[in-house]
């Protein structure tokens, strides 16, 4: 269990805790904090099975997530959340292509202050910005991505929003199983601001990470609006435009994000394209914070070089994609079909079907099912193999 680093995140969010409350409150007070707050589970068993090349492997894990948020006083309250992998029935094969390696951690721990629209969070937590573009929780694998951070959110006007972020850890998928330890000694700070304007959500940010193993340090300039006008039918639409300063290797990368769609019926129909564009073919635009497994495809064939700049050795990726969702007999359904090619040269890197439906029982439980289908093309995408993955799991939230 790795409780080194993660006992001076409770011992210094305590102490925290313990200096807020310091002063003039009593000790009943304060237990009655404690008392009046709730505790939460959340319970998944998967079992997924990947097919890539000549290599099949699946793997069968339960993750459990056993937390305490603390009532309110004075405005403050805090939080403690412990999270377990586990295989099960022995169906653990190439663990490799599976990255739920067994692992037990505090997932979360923290101590936050909160007034009116204004909260400040200070310990390890989960936090996603952007749709999980650049920043998000990897919540789809057993143990989640999060932070060791300290966080300010305040609205100094209407519709306006302001998201201060100062990162000292991050505490990757795994954990640093595999032989990949997470990035320790970081000074990563992130500025987004968020307006609610009649045409729909304006953000503006700039997102500064900081170099850190085999992550390079980049400045992150972007600016996106999302919306959506009329009832029936109701039209979206989604811009985003980010230029990236890669100051480890010395180039300029940029980000394009285009989608429009429309729900008829109850059916929404959508046609994307995203850029992560590359400088010369040295490497391409990364995200090495983000939620990578919710873009460019569900079998994960370009998420590492999402994350470290080498997509097609750098030349970056165009992806064309055309989504329909809906729900079927209470399951929300959702077909995505992807084709891909790189942005500095002419490779076709594949097409990649992608299938899901999920249906909720009662207020507690839900099911799920879920299907990736790659087809490579050139050397580019997965190095020319073809990849698919099948996932079936359960879950209870209480």
């Known amino acids: 269990m790795q409780f080194s680093s993660r006992r001076q995140v409770v011992s210094s969010s305590l102490i925290t805790l313990c200096a807020c409350f ?55 309250s805090a939080m403690l959340e412990l999270e377990d992998t586990r295989d099960l029935f022995g169906i ?8 739920d390696n067994e692992n037990t951690e505090i997932d979360q721990g923290f101590v ?22 650049h920043v998000g929780h990897v919540g789809w694998r057993q143990d989640r991505q999060t932070f060791d951070a300290a966080r300010l959110k305040f609205s ?11 990162l000292w850890k991050r505490n990757r998928i795994n954990s640093g199983n595999g032989g990949f330890p997470d990035p ?3 000074s990563d700070k992130l500025i987004n601001v968020a307006y609610k304007s009649p045409l729909g959500k304006i953000v503006a940010y700039h997102y500064s990470l900081s170099k850190v193993l085999a992550f390079d340090a980049t400045d992150t300039f972007g600016l996106s609006i999302a919306g959506s006008i ?17 100051k480890t290797v010395d180039i300029d990368t940029h980000y394009n994000m285009l989608e429009l769609g429309a729900t008829v019926s109850g059916i929404t129909a959508k046609l994307g394209y995203e850029l992560l564009g590359s400088d010369d073919g040295i490497e391409n635009f990364q995200s090495p914070l983000a939620t990578v497994h919710k873009f460019n495809g569900w079998a994960d064939v370009f998420l590492g070089g999402s994350l470290f700049g080498s997509i097609d050795g750098g030349n970056g990726l165009e992806d064309t994609y055309i989504s329909v969702a809906g729900e079927i007999a209470g399951a929300k359904i959702l077909a995505v079909y992807h084709d891909y090619s790189s942005d500095e040269s002419s490779s076709d890197l594949g097409s990649e079907i992608n299938l899901q439906a999920v249906k909720k029982f009662g207020k507690h439980y839900s099911a799920g099912i879920k299907y990736a289908d790659y ?22 939230q209480y």
């Open 156 to 166: 100094p006007l209407k519709d306006l929003t302001i998201d201060l972020s100062y």
């Open 112 to 133: 936050m202050y909160k007034k009116n629209d204004s909260s400040f969070k200070v310990g390890r937590q989960v936090l996603t910005l952007d749709g999980h573009r």
């Open 22 to 76: 310091g002063q003039g409150v009593t000790a009943d007070a304060l237990t009655d904090a404690i008392k009046s707050g709730k505790a939460t589970a959340d319970i998944r068993i998967r079992y997924e099975d990947v097919g890539s090349g000549d290599i099949d492997s699946d793997g069968m894990t339960i993750r459990t997530r056993l937390g305490y948020t603390t009532g309110s006083l004075n405005g403050f």
């Open 375 to 396: 087809s490579a093309e050139d050397t580019g995408g997965n190095g020319g193999k073809d990849k698919d993955i099948l996932w079936l799991w359960v879950g209870a």
């Open 230 to 246: 009329g009832d029936e039918p109701k039209f979206h639409y989604a811009a985003e435009y980010a230029q990236q300063d890669n």
């Open 184 to 186: 320790t000694g970081t």
């Open 92 to 99: 653990d094969d190439e663990r490799s292509l599976i990255p």
